[in-house]
């Protein structure tokens, strides 16, 4: 089955500080999710991304689907951004229902 | 509802027990996911509603598992004969369907502890 690889593993930031988190999926997609699960455990859709490059306030996504990888831009992190963030993925031809989940990269902020 | 509900949001039971989970997913939303949490895990994927299609159950662990939709609406999780190793956070999530509509929303999650 496809695989989704998520690094860091854990990431410490001060805040103020930028940080890049990275997915990498072993085979064609055609849906790609970054979600933020909060430290109370709620999963938050911050992306829909299958290619290309959004932007929402201080988070930007882009996903380079020829190369299998996606990242997530945080800029001048806040408290508030601590968690995990995972990315989600579903295989082209696939089942779009089945999006297979990376282990996440946990965020923490210090103030 | 404004968004995905979820009951229980705890659940204590023994060993050998029945356990009923229930989601409400968002009015509209023809999409609906099952995923559980494992402590310090990430998302394993369960099970698949979209409209009146056959579900995707390809996640579902055993036979022990199994999921209704009723009325294209509310779902719900059964878990048969409960062991320790089905303690997790069960997850439902609903959206409007294929391609760019894709964009889940999740429920706030039942705790089950398997006692």
């Known amino acids: 089955g496809i695989q989704v690889e998520q690094s860091p593993p854990d990431l410490i930031l001060q805040e103020g500080a930028n940080s890049t988190l990275r997915c990498n999926f072993s085979?064609?997609?055609?849906?790609l999710q970054w979600f933020h699960q909060n430290p109370w455990g709620q999963l938050i859709n911050l992306f829909y991304i299958p290619s290309g490059t959004k932007q929402n306030g201080r988070l930007s996504a882009t996903t380079v689907a020829t190369e299998r990888y996606s990242l997530l831009y945080i800029s001048s992190s806040q408290t508030t951004d601590s968690g995990v963030y995972f990315c989600?993925?579903?295989?082209?031809?696939?089942?779009?229902?089945?999006?297979?989940f990376g282990k996440g990269t946990k965020l923490s902020v210090k103030p | 509802g404004a968004g995905v509900s979820q009951s229980p949001s705890n659940k204590v039971t023994e060993k050998g027990k029945d356990v009923e989970l229930r989601c409400d997913p968002i009015?509209?939303?023809?999409?609906l996911y099952w995923y559980r949490q494992s402590l310090g895990q990430g998302l394993e994927f369960l099970i698949y509603f979209q409209g009146n299609s056959a579900p995707d159950k390809s996640g579902l662990p055993s036979d022990r598992f199994s999921a209704e939709r009723t009325g294209g609406s509310v779902s719900t999780l059964t878990i048969q004969r409960t062991q320790q190793e089905d303690s997790a956070v069960y997850l439902c999530a609903s959206s409007l369907g294929q391609g760019r509509a894709n964009v889940l929303t999740f429920g706030a999650g039942s705790r089950l502890t398997v006692l």
């Open positions: 989600a993925v579903s295989l082209y031809g696939g089942s779009q229902g089945n999006l297979i």
């Open positions: 085979d064609s997609v055609n849906n």
């Open positions: 009015s509209g939303h023809t999409a």
